[in-house]
């Protein structure tokens, strides 16, 4: 994870006031959000919604209005940075947590610029994770 919160330093829960709790889960691979929503689930987030493409996320986050977006970077319609772009336009925007199977150092260039945006490589997926990255 590029971005943590200092309770991830100290290896314990971070404190549910501070961080969003409702997640979409964004995903061209069933597989993988299956488990991403068990996992947030079972950490005590509610995974309000799934989107399989940049276009469904767009719709998603206008009519789910989520904390968080757990993107994808790899979409099959458009790049996964695309999205983050346009939903930092959006009315009230939800904190981005991208991620990708590639490594932190693959993409961290394109986190450069945008500080508000986290990014947690899918192996190291936890509610944990996903709660520091979203309070740092």
Do not use: N, Y
């Amino acid at each position: 994870m590029l971005r943590a919160g200092p309770d991830a330093a100290a290896g314990g829960l971070c404190d549910s006031s501070r961080v969003g709790r409702t997640v979409l889960i964004v995903d061209d691979h069933g597989g993988f959000r299956s488990a991403a929503r068990a996992l947030l689930e079972a950490a005590g987030f509610e995974v309000v919604g799934e989107a399989v493409d940049g276009a469904s996320a767009i719709d998603a986050v206008r009519g789910l209005r989520p904390e968080i977006v757990l993107l994808d970077i790899q979409l099959p319609d458009v790049d996964g940075f695309a999205i983050a772009e346009q939903l930092a336009h959006e009315p009230a925007p939800p904190a981005i947590v991208l991620t990708s199977s590639r490594s932190a150092s693959s993409v961290r260039w394109r986190l450069a610029g945008h500080r508000e945006w986290s990014f947690i490589p899918k192996s190291d997926l936890s509610g944990d994770a996903l709660a520091a990255a979203v309070a740092g």
